[in-house]
């Protein structure tokens, strides 16, 4: 892969980040990937074989959205470190099954495993009170209380 393609892709996608607003999923699709690559060195050589021979030419070529293909890019990171499904959560916290990026939704990995975290696939520029309440118990794994604590012993 040549390092103008990269070029290439990384201004388009730079490009649509500042017209969307839309946050750079680079940075936990790294993390993923470190993940991917202690958990599973096979799945690993495919996700880097699909970044290369697939995301960054369609990115780069303009035959696909920049955000879209990077949240299929976390899509298929996320279901090759945990088998599960993809959700996405609206202003309102509500789940939806995945059907395509929409750049206002919360986008989840749920693995099959009832223990595990959700994995992040996708933020939008701005969560909402439900969204942000739905990443910090599913994501971060925050139990906490904040009403009122009166009768509590």
Known sequence: MSGSLTAAADRALEA???????RDPREFYRERLRELKQASPKEYEAAVAYYTGTLIPDVAGGTAHPLDAWTEYGRRLASALAPGRTMSIDETGRAHAYE????????LHL???KGARALLV???PVLSDAQRATYDVLVAGKQRFSGDREGAS
Do not use: W
């Not at 649509?16 to 839309?22: K, N, P």
């Not at 395509?100 to 986008?107: E, I, M």
């Open 16 to 22: 649509a980040l500042a017209e969307t607003g839309a």
């Open 100 to 107: 395509g990026p929409a750049p206002d939704r919360l986008v």
């Open 122 to 124: 996708g933020l939008p």
């Open 111 to 113: 693995p099959d495993d």
